[in-house]
């Protein structure tokens, strides 16, 4: 009798849960713990809370001299310059001085920093500066004081690649949820499709529509989470890395693409540059969707949604 097994697991600072469709439950726990094994063994290579990881020597060295990766970072960076270079440089992930200095989205936040401290800061965030030699796989940081950060691909990155392990055991069937990034293959236990529901920012619990998913990954990013509200006026805690400033107008953003990493680091970009520009790239993409939800409510989405 196939069923579903869910764990729930905190994991590189956000609430997982990894769901798994099986008939046998003592290999279903031991697929559970190799995938968040998996996610752990990433989260320490991504990981700027460790003086050790990959992602803190890059930093260290920044403005200094090139420093050797793993493949699989230098690849990380690779993909994460191609998004920038897609989304015109809204994705950038140089962006890491400036955000924990300037935001800390707790309540107590009373007004917004100064500004020409942000713009000194600004100048060290480019990705164009993240200098990569494929053939000694370094990662150089032209700028002293420059650091990168992979808050906008890691938790996507991770639930990639731990569906990834999940399949290559065995697993037909399942679903990684990175706090609301998730990623899905095959079918429930009663074969029919994943069906996910779209939160409405006004009310999260309660979704405004329902999709039926299957080997597709979605990511969501909403200022319904993390805000201050400073003046009257309402900050996501989503940072436009051009200006320095946290994001107003657009309520939540959800991608649905084929690839979990994908779909996380679009998400950032697309709740930035403006509903159009935003609708205009995501139609120009294969196998990209997306709905944008506005301040007012209203809705957008890229052409071939049809919302039920």
Same mark, same amino acid.
């Given at each position: 009798?196939?069923?579903?097994?869910?764990?729930?697991?905190?994991?590189?600072?956000?609430?997982?849960?990894?769901?798994?469709?099986?008939?046998?439950?003592?290999?279903?726990?031991?697929?559970?713990?190799? *995938?968040?094994?998996?996610?752990?063994?990433?989260?320490?290579?991504?990981?700027?809370?460790?003086?050790?990881?990959?992602?803190?020597?890059?930093?260290?060295?920044?403005?200094?001299?090139?420093?050797?990766?793993?493949?699989?970072?230098?690849?990380?960076?690779?993909?994460?310059?191609?998004?920038?270079?897609?989304?015109?440089?809204? $994705?950038?992930?140089?962006?890491?001085?400036?955000?924990?200095?300037?935001?800390?989205?707790?309540?107590?936040? &009373?007004?917004?920093?100064?500004?020409?401290?942000?713009?000194?800061?600004?100048?060290?965030?480019?990705?164009?500066?993240?200098?990569?030699?494929?053939?000694?796989?370094?990662?150089?940081?032209?700028?002293?004081?420059?650091?990168?950060? $992979?808050?906008?691909?890691?938790?996507?990155?991770?639930?990639?690649? *731990?569906?990834?392990?999940?399949?290559?055991?065995?697993?037909?069937?399942?679903?990684?949820?990175?706090?609301?990034?998730?990623?899905?293959?095959?079918?429930? *236990?009663?074969?029919?499709?994943?069906?996910?529901?779209?939160?409405?920012?006004?009310?999260?619990?309660?979704? $405004?529509?329902?999709?039926?998913?299957?080997?597709? *990954?979605?990511?969501?990013?909403?200022?319904?989470?993390?805000?201050?509200?400073?003046?009257?006026?309402?900050?996501?805690?989503?940072?436009?890395?051009?200006?320095?400033?946290?994001?107003?107008?657009?309520?939540?953003?959800?991608? $649905?693409?084929?690839?979990?990493?994908?779909?996380?680091?679009?998400?950032?970009?697309?709740?930035?540059?403006?509903?159009?520009?935003?609708?205009?790239?995501?139609?120009?993409?294969?196998?990209?969707?997306?709905?944008?939800?506005?301040?007012?409510? &209203?809705?957008?989405?890229?052409?071939?949604?049809?919302?039920?």
């Amino acid at each position: 009798m196939f069923r579903e097994f869910k764990r729930p697991q905190k994991l590189m600072g956000n609430s997982f849960e990894i769901t798994v469709v099986n008939d046998d439950e003592k290999t279903v726990q031991q697929d559970i713990d190799a *995938a968040i094994e998996e996610i752990r063994r990433i989260e320490k290579l991504l990981t700027t809370f460790s003086e050790e990881s990959q992602t803190n020597l890059i930093n260290q060295n920044a403005g200094i001299q090139p420093v050797k990766v793993d493949c699989e970072v230098f690849e990380l960076i690779e993909r994460s310059l191609r998004i920038s270079h897609i989304t015109n440089g809204y $994705f950038d992930i140089s962006y890491g001085g400036i955000d924990k200095s300037f935001w800390n989205f707790d309540r107590e936040m &009373k007004q917004l920093p100064d500004p020409e401290l942000i713009k000194e800061h600004l100048k060290l965030v480019n990705y164009q500066n993240i200098l990569l030699n494929r053939e000694n796989q370094t990662v150089f940081l032209k700028e002293k004081g420059m650091r990168i950060g $992979f808050g906008g691909i890691g938790k996507g990155y991770a639930a990639e690649m *731990a569906k990834r392990l999940l399949q290559k055991r065995g697993v037909a069937s399942g679903i990684v949820n990175a706090s609301g990034d998730l990623t899905t293959w095959g079918n429930q *236990a009663d074969g029919k499709p994943w069906t996910i529901g779209i939160a409405d920012p006004e009310n999260a619990q309660q979704p $405004f529509s329902y999709m039926n998913i299957t080997d597709m *990954a979605i990511a969501t990013s909403g200022n319904y989470e993390k805000f201050v509200v400073i003046n009257g006026k309402k900050y996501s805690h989503t940072i436009n890395p051009k200006t320095g400033m946290p994001v107003s107008g657009v309520k939540s953003v959800t991608i $649905f693409c084929p690839n979990a990493e994908i779909a996380d680091a679009m998400a950032t970009p697309v709740s930035i540059m403006g509903i159009d520009s935003a609708l205009n790239m995501v139609n120009q993409i294969n196998h990209m969707e997306c709905i944008i939800i506005d301040d007012q409510d &209203k809705i957008y989405s890229s052409q071939n949604i049809n919302l039920k």
